[in-house]
């Protein structure tokens, strides 16, 4: 079995194909092409919009030329995607009409199906990192796209530079009766619980960095850390590394008072109760945060998803 059928991705980024220029210009003619405006993807309420290579030609009176970032091909290997970064010429005067037709992953992503939400991962992630990297680290000079938007280079000193990725784990706290530990940090609204969340530092391991974030915010030390999964996250450049982890002594648990203001425990009949009557707001169910909260939830039997529908909030 090839690489490629092994694949746990809908989209077949095609990386020998970024090098090719001339390949990457007769997959364009045929594309489907997404549009980006300051990170903000073309969408209806549901759904990804594309564009042909025509239509965006088309729309040069009104949008910059922009840069071309291919995403890769479909599952059948014959449909190329790429992202089209651009901005208006001549910019509406109000943000309403700038915007209209287009939306961001917060608002859209848990909406799209598996290949959309791939390819806006992709796209959104690009879009944030070009429009912020435009000089030289190294000279200051200006950098362009290339590589079919995979990397920028330097004109003065053809540097390389590299899309970035911030590490960040995000973890499930448990205590021995299976019971979870949810913080609330002050910039969510009132009752908006989460999981507990924070960057891995220079030299520091994924378990290293579960552990010291929980101490920092919620005042317990965990053991039996486990990796459950990860998730692209470009909000604006992350990867969230998904762990549970046991604490012994959950009543040692308490809120640091900055980061997180308030902590609570959960049984799987609180957690029901809290949604029932809007007691607390949980993460979109977007997020792997929700995820995990979601299979511990139906991790034991009598317990279904439906009981988690309710209110949700991001910030």
Not at 60 to 88: C, K, Q, V
Not at 279 to 297: C, E, F, G, N, Q
């Amino acid at each position: 079995m090839s690489a490629r059928n092994q694949s746990l991705s809908p989209i077949n980024r095609a990386s020998h194909l970024r090098t090719d220029a001339t390949a990457l210009e007769e997959l364009w003619k045929k594309a489907m092409i997404v549009q980006i405006i300051d990170g903000r993807i073309s969408a209806t309420d549901d759904a990804l919009v594309f564009c042909d290579a025509a239509t965006v030609s088309a729309q040069m009176d009104s949008f910059i030329e922009g840069d071309r970032f291919f995403l890769g091909l479909g599952r059948d290997d014959s449909t190329p995607y790429f992202a089209w970064r651009t901005s208006w010429i001549n910019e509406p005067a109000t943000k309403e009409e700038k915007y209209e037709g287009f939306a961001t992953l917060r608002e859209l992503g848990s909406s799209l199906d598996e290949v959309e939400i791939s390819l806006a991962m992709h796209a959104v992630g690009l879009a944030n990192w070009h429009a912020t990297h435009p000089c030289c680290a190294r000279c200051g000079a200006a950098t362009v796209s290339d590589l079919g938007g995979s990397v920028r280079v330097c004109v003065e000193d053809s540097t390389q530079h590299h899309p970035r990725t911030d590490p960040a784990v995000i973890v499930l706290v448990k205590d021995s009766t299976d019971r979870i530990l949810l913080g609330h940090q002050p910039v969510w609204p009132e009752k908006r619980f989460s999981t507990f969340a924070g960057f891995v530092e220079p030299g520091e391991s994924f378990e290293e960095c579960v552990s010291r974030e929980v101490f920092e915010e919620a005042g317990v030390y965990c053991n039996d850390i486990n990796y459950l999964r990860s998730q692209a996250w470009p909000f604006p450049a992350s990867i969230m590394i998904a762990f549970e982890a046991i604490t012994d002594h959950p009543e040692n648990a308490r809120p640091d008072g900055e980061e997180i203001t308030e902590i609570r425990w959960f049984t799987r009949d609180e957690m029901k109760k809290a949604v029932a009557s809007s007691d607390i707001l949980l993460p979109p169910s977007i997020s792997v945060a929700r995820k995990m909260i979601t299979a511990w939830y139906v991790g034991k039997e009598g317990y279904v998803v439906s009981d988690l529908t309710g209110g949700e909030s991001w910030r």
